[in-house]
C-alpha cells in the first residue's frame, strides 16, 4: 500500500487529453511539500517529467503539465501519442515517515 | 555529466545480505545540496525509496525496512553503498541508485541492477 495514492490505469485515444491524480495526506502533499513526476517507458529508467510540481526540465514538451491541490496533485497530459505508453510516478516528502514517498503508478495505454 | 552505476551480486541467498555500491562519477559526491539514495522496483511493481544519505553520513532510511538498511558513503571512492540484511524472497527488485536534490527530487538515476534472493 503506497502512501501516494494514485489510479492503477488510464487511458485515452491519441490527440486526446488524460488526468493522473496523486493523492496524499496532511503529512505529505497536504504539509506543501513539493509533488514530482516521474515517466518510466518500458525497460528503462524513471526519468523527471515534473518536478516542484509544476515545472517542466528541458526536453519536456507542454503537453505535460502538473499542478497541484490541497493533499492532491495531478499530471495532465494533452495531445495523446503513442509514445506516451509508459508507467507515471507522483513522489513527495513525508513528515511522519522523514522520507520519501512514491505514488503506486499509473500505466498509460494509447488506445 | 553526472552519472551513477550500481554493481554488485545479482543474486543473493535468503537470510543474507544485499549488498550494493553505487559509483559517482563526473562529478563529486562532496556536495552540501545533495542526498544520495537507493530506490527499488519488485518486477512488474512500483519504485518504493530505500534510504538516503548526505556526503557527512547522515542518512535516512524507510521505515518499513529500517532494521535491516544500512546506507554508508565514501568520499575516497566517489561511491555510497546499501546493505540489506536478511534478505527475503520480497526483496528481489531492480535496484537503483540516485541522485537527490534538495527538492526531495531524484533527478539524476543510475541505470538500475537486477537483485533476485534465492537459493
Known amino acids: 500500500q503506497s502512501v501516494l495514492t494514485q489510479p492503477p490505469s488510464v487511458s485515452g485515444a491519441p490527440g486526446q487529453t488524460v488526468n493522473i491524480s496523486c493523492t496524499g495526506t496532511s503529512s505529505n502533499i497536504g504539509a506543501g511539500f513539493d509533488v514530482h513526476w516521474y515517466q518510466q517507458l518500458p525497460g528503462t529508467v524513471p526519468k523527471v517529467l515534473i518536478y516542484g510540481n509544476t515545472n517542466r526540465p528541458s526536453g519536456v514538451p507542454d503537453r505535460f503539465s502538473g499542478s497541484k491541490s490541497d493533499t492532491s496533485a495531478s499530471l495532465a497530459i494533452t495531445g495523446l501519442q503513442t509514445e506516451d505508453e509508459a508507467d507515471y510516478y507522483c513522489q513527495s516528502y513525508d513528515s511522519s515517515l522523514s522520507g520519501s514517498v512514491f505514488g503506486g503508478g499509473t500505466k498509460l495505454t494509447v488506445l | 555529466q553526472l552519472q551513477l552505476q550500481e554493481s554488485g551480486p545479482g543474486l543473493v541467498k535468503p537470510s543474507e545480505t544485499l549488498s550494493l555500491t553505487c559509483t559517482v562519477s563526473?562529478?563529486?559526491?562532496?556536495?552540501?545540496?545533495?542526498?544520495w539514495g537507493w530506490i527499488r522496483q519488485p518486477p512488474g511493481g512500483g519504485l518504493e525509496w530505500i534510504g538516503s544519505?548526505?556526503?557527512?553520513?547522515?542518512?535516512y532510511h524507510n521505515p518499513s525496512l529500517k532494521s535491516r538498511v544500512s546506507i554508508s558513503v565514501d568520499m575516497s571512492k566517489n561511491q555510497f553503498s546499501l546493505n540489506l540484511t536478511s534478505v527475503t524472497a520480497a526483496d528481489t527488485a531492480v535496484y537503483y541508485c540516485?541522485?537527490?536534490?534538495?527538492?526531495?527530487?531524484?533527478?539524476?538515476w543510475g541505470q538500475g541492477t537486477m537483485v533476485t534472493a534465492s537459493s
Open positions: 563526473g562529478g563529486s559526491i562532496y556536495s552540501t545540496k545533495y542526498y
Open positions: 540516485a541522485r537527490r536534490s534538495v527538492w526531495d527530487l531524484f533527478d539524476i
Open positions: 544519505v548526505y556526503y557527512s553520513g547522515i542518512t
